[in-house]
């Protein structure tokens, strides 16, 4: 008698992502995963698979942007984020006022495709996004990291100090 292991819903999850990834050259489960937490759609079953992948994917997203908002315009923001955004730079404004619009740009975008469904323009939205976080995160790591840690690694002397 053939001992047969049931597949676990991870598993499951990866061989339907597989199945998309092929026909629409999506970006590898894994990579997807670490970015977007994708498998936490391994619990709900549905018709429209590439619009549950995006709808994580798009949580993250709107979540970025209401964190660059914060920076950019704290007048709503909680107190201790004003010591911190005082390290900030102009070019480092002139960053996230980039990412900001683009992000923003990504979440009409979401609207639309909740109120026309597509699977191609789904699958096109992902890579899309996948593409722009890529390219992006680095630029909000160091800004954070400066945010944190009051530098980015160069450091600014001070011209004048009290020797008396």
């Not at 049931?6 to 598993?11: A, F, H, I, R, W």
């Not at 109120?115 to 976080?133: P, T």
């Amino acid at each position: 008698m053939e001992d047969k292991k049931e597949k676990t819903n991870l598993e499951e999850l990866k061989e339907i992502y597989s199945e998309f990834k092929e026909k629409y050259n999506l970006p590898e489960f894994y990579e997807m995963n670490k970015a977007f937490d994708i498998e936490e759609i391994q619990e709900i079953e549905t018709d429209f698979f590439l619009r549950r992948v995006r709808k994580i994917i798009s949580e993250k997203i709107v979540g970025y942007l209401r964190f660059i908002e914060i920076i950019l315009n704290p007048n709503n923001a909680p107190i201790f984020f004003f010591k911190l955004i005082k390290k900030l730079d102009v070019s480092d404004r002139e960053n996230l006022s980039k990412i900001y619009e683009q992000l923003g740009n990504m979440e009409i975008e979401i609207v639309r495709l909740d109120l026309d469904y597509s699977e191609e323009k789904e699958a096109e939205f992902i890579k899309i996004i996948f593409d722009f976080f890529d390219s992006f995160k680095g630029d909000v790591l160091k800004i954070i990291g400066k945010m944190v840690n009051g530098s980015d690694g160069s450091e600014k002397k001070e011209g004048r100090g009290y020797f008396g």
